[in-house]
T-cell receptor, first 113, second 114 residues
Framework: AQSVTQLGSHVSVSEGALVLLRCNYS??????LFWYVQYPNQGLQLLLK??????LVKGINGFEAEFKKSETSFHLTKPSAHMSDAAEYFC???????????FGKGTTLSVSS | DGGITQSPKYLFRKEGQNVTLSCEQN?????MYWYRQDPGQGLRLIYY???????QKGDIAEGYSVSREKKESFPLTVTSAQKNPTAFYLC?????????????FGQGTRLTVV
């Protein structure tokens, strides 16, 4: 069975600092991996996805993630945090197109000035 | 504009009553999903449907029911058998036959039992 573990339910950074949100997954087949962002009382918006090919994936708003098969990880990074990045972030996995995504429990990112 | 519409945004229900949450999409997506979100729990899958007139239970289907009579619509009924229905409910869709593996989400419905 697939699963996702997000390390750290809450991450705090200063504006301009590096953002690192950690995600480890479990999958018996090559996975599809996703990062979503959620602002309060809203739906989820896709930040980026990994399907096949290049292991470093660039997304919207300056975020990127690297798929590391040997470490079963898909950590999300952004070189310089902005106040508008404060939100909840979810990592998700699926094993094939059309199957439901399995989500981690989420990480709340706080950004201070 | 294409998208997923969930209604209502806020819903209040008395204990013992059934309530139906609406989800409509005009993206021509084949697959649709219902998730429940509780603080600190992430998103948990309730039901999903990959094709009209067919659906499967997810991890927490007890106390819920769905139908998929039209490609565009996937309503969720929260029945009185659901012990703790207060939560944020999210509907999503995807288009695997079109090469889209990610899910697109609606804006959610917040259900409160009073």
């Amino acid at each position: 069975a697939q699963s996702v573990t997000q390390l750290g339910s809450h991450v705090s950074v200063s504006e301009g600092a590096l953002v690192l949100l950690r995600c480890n997954y479990s999958s018996s087949v090559p996975p599809y991996l996703f990062w979503y962002v959620q602002y309060p009382n809203q739906g989820l918006q896709l930040l980026l996805k990994y399907t096949t090919g290049a292991t470093l994936v660039k997304g919207i708003n300056g975020f990127e993630a690297e798929f590391k098969k040997s470490e079963t990880s898909f950590h999300l990074t952004k070189p310089s945090a902005h106040m508008s990045d404060a939100a909840e972030y979810f990592c998700a996995v699926s094993d094939q197109a059309g199957t439901a995504l399995i989500f981690g429990k989420g990480t709340t990112l706080s950004v201070s000035s | 504009d294409g998208g997923i519409t969930q209604s209502p945004k806020y819903l209040f229900r008395k204990e013992g009553q059934n309530v139906t949450l609406s989800c409509e999409q005009n993206l021509n997506h084949d697959a649709m999903y219902w998730y429940r979100q509780d603080p600190g729990q992430g998103l948990r899958l309730i039901y999903y449907s990959q094709i009209v007139n067919d659906f499967q239970k997810g991890d927490i289907a007890e106390g819920y029911s769905v139908s998929r009579e039209k490609k565009e619509s996937f309503p969720l009924t929260v029945t009185s058998a659901q012990k703790n229905p207060t939560a944020f409910y999210l509907c999503a869709s995807s288009f695997p036959t079109g090469g889209t593996v990610e899910a697109f989400f609606g804006q959610g419905t917040r259900l409160t039992v009073v």
